[in-house]
């Protein structure tokens, strides 16, 4: 929106990148997923945008896309290096992968979690405000007047000032209702700890395949509310995350996959 100089823009399905689009479409049932494509893919879309400026989160973790530093050292050079060969100034930032940030796996969920952050909710998960203060951060860097480390600081004034919530909401209003409203889903299922002791680990591929097979992200209400954080003590029987879903065939088949692994490992 031109009179809040930004606006809030999901590319999926803007068009924005068509032969990517159809290689996606033929690499992804055959589970192909190389580094290359990975950065053609990222960066064809953000230039067919407009970007002059990215900055990019590249998670690492047992069960991240990138499992190892020197995996996420090679791509990073690799997205830095055609970065600059077709003129983006691009920064890449490896995070903490070894388990989801923030509660929700799922539009609805995600987007509560965004918003408890920005509107200071005692409930906000504080990694997910730590992440999005650090990518913040390097986003307010790219102002001369900001570098060394003073992004950070001011992205964190921001928040906690409210005026990023009231950011927010401006571009909300500017931008107009969305065309349909959602709502969490329904069915509700908690996946509960089966010993008592303490979360050592957690297979983030297999919740986000636990949430797509609930219907996420196509059902905006459907994904995981995930409870627990490697280090959080458990008690059996303690709910680990709730499956939500909208219709009953994504429900049991989420449930069923869910059954054969909870994908979070306890220990004690």
Known sequence: MAAENGCLVWGGHANLSPADDVLISVERPLAIDTPEQMVASILSKKLAAGSTHLVLDLPVGPTAKLRSRESFVRLRKLFEYIADEVGLNAVVVGTDGSQPVGRGIGPWLEARDAMQVLERDPAAPRDLEERALLLAGHVLEFDPALRGGRGIVRARELLESGAAARKMRRLMAAQGPPPETSTLGAL??????????????????????????????????????????????????????????????????SLKFASEGAGVTIAG
């Not at 297979?203 to 996420?216: E, K, M, Q, T």
């Not at 059902?219 to 280090?231: E, L, P, R, W």
Request: hydrophobic residues 45%; contains cysteine; positive net charge.
């Open 188 to 253: 509700r299922h908690d996946v509960v700890a089966s010993r008592d002791g303490v979360v050592t680990a957690v297979d983030c591929l297999r919740l986000a395949r636990v949430a797509r097979l609930a219907g996420a992200p196509i059902d905006k209400g459907a994904g995981v509310d995930f409870f627990k954080k490697i280090g959080d003590p458990v008690e059996k029987g303690e709910p680990l995350y709730r499956i939500h879903a909208a219709f009953e065939a994504d429900f049991r088949f």
